[in-house]
């Protein structure tokens, strides 16, 4: 099974910053790697797929980046609807497996 | 519009069986491929089970030979199967289905399982 891992767990910022989380493939996945948001309650919402391209109707300051291992989410200029809980899933191959998640805290 | 709406949670005692229902709406469920994800209370998303287009299925190690995915194309609905449960089942499960970028891009609202005596 491919191990994603994410970093940070967990990050406080304030309405305006940039964040950007990091994801590592536990083997080289190219492109196959999609963001996920998750605010309490609800469902998970497809932001990035294909490590870079946004999905419709997601706001222009996501930004995907990364291929092989390595693979970056920034958002910049953080809006208060942005809190939440991001995950990244790799989608190269069965078992689909997810990173642990990094909650984006208000400062 | 896509609708997936999952039913058939609850609190179900270890050893119980329990069925899940997805039923779809605006996507045909033997189109592409569906998926059941799970989420234990306060912890992260980790993948449960796939049936392909073509009826092939696939488990995760920690489900194998206790859930069975399967689906009613007449119902257009999707179904997970568990029995054997165990604690460490309980969590909310989600159904899922790629969009036209390929990727986990339409999702239920998820039903609460709870696995305790």
């Known amino acids: 099974d491919i191990q994603m891992t994410q970093s940070p767990s967990s990050v406080s910022a304030s309405v305006g910053d940039t964040v950007t989380i990091t994801c590592r493939a536990s083997?080289?996945?190219?492109?196959?790697l999609a963001w996920h948001q998750q605010k309490p309650g609800k469902a998970p919402k497809l932001l990035i797929y294909?490590?870079?391209s946004l999905q419709s109707g997601v706001p222009s300051r996501f930004s995907g980046s990364g291929s092989g291992t390595e693979f970056t989410l920034t958002i910049s200029s953080l809006q208060p609807e942005d809190f939440a809980t991001y995950y990244c899933?790799?989608?190269?191959?069965?078992?689909?497996?997810f990173g642990g998640g990094t909650k984006v805290e208000i400062k | 519009e896509v609708q997936l709406v999952e039913s058939g949670g609850g609190l179900i005692q270890p050893g119980g069986s329990l069925r899940l229902s997805c039923s779809a709406s605006?996507?045909?469920?033997?189109?592409?491929?569906m998926t059941w994800v799970r989420q234990p209370p306060g912890k992260g998303l980790g993948w449960v089970s796939v049936?392909?287009?073509?009826?092939?299925?696939n488990y995760a190690d920690s489900v194998k030979g206790r859930f069975t995915i399967s689906r009613d194309i007449s119902k257009n609905t999707l179904y997970l199967h568990m029995n054997s449960l165990r604690a460490d089942d309980t969590a909310v499960y989600y159904c899922?289905?790629?969009?036209?970028?390929?990727?986990?891009?339409?999702w239920g609202q998820g039903t609460l399982v709870t696995v305790s005596s």
């Open positions: 899922a289905s790629p969009d036209s970028s390929g990727y986990l891009g339409y």
């Open positions: 605006g996507l045909n469920v033997s189109y592409n491929y």
């Open positions: 049936i392909y287009s073509g009826g092939s299925t």
């Open positions: 083997q080289d996945i190219s492109s196959w």
């Open positions: 294909s490590a870079s």
């Open positions: 899933q790799q989608a190269h191959s069965f078992p689909l497996t």
